[in-house]
């Protein structure tokens, strides 16, 4: 199951909607279900989550999304970019301090979209 939430959606899917579209995050989450994704380290500590990166789109090799996964097998949308993101460049990985921040400021509108029950559920 995939928990999108409202400023995922709106800040992260919605700029890219013309390369990724609700059934690319799905995929996404597939793989990341089936463990086709790779683990990445998290920026910060939150229990019962892991973080994964995973490629997605409809070539399958633009674009980059990072993932949190809970215990309970909810994956969460964190981050989505096209490959040659201007901000990140081609470096979307958790030794890049653009990408800590990044992510951390996602992961607080997520956690908040979460408890206002500002979120849809696909399966």
């Known amino acids: 199951m995939v ?9 992260e899917l919605e ?6 579209n609700i059934d690319d995050i799905l995929d996404g989450a597939n793989k990341v ?5 790779v683990e990445t380290k998290a920026p910060r500590d939150l229990r019962g989550c892991r973080f994964f990166k995973v490629r997605i789109g409809k070539r399958n090799n633009a674009r980059m999304m990072v993932f949190v996964i809970t215990e309970n097998k909810k994956v969460v949308p964190v981050l989505i970019r096209l490959k040659k993101d201007k901000v990140f460049g081609v470096n979307m990985a958790m030794n890049n301090p653009i990408v800590i921040e990044q992510m951390n ?5 997520i956690l908040d979209d979460l408890k206002k029950k500002q979120y849809q559920e696909f399966s």
Request: proline share 4%; glycine share 4%.
């Open 33 to 37: 279900i089936k463990g086709l994704a």
């Open 105 to 109: 400021k996602n992961l607080n509108h």
């Open 3 to 11: 928990v999108l939430t409202k400023y995922i959606a709106r800040h």
């Open 15 to 20: 700029p890219l909607k013309r390369l990724v």
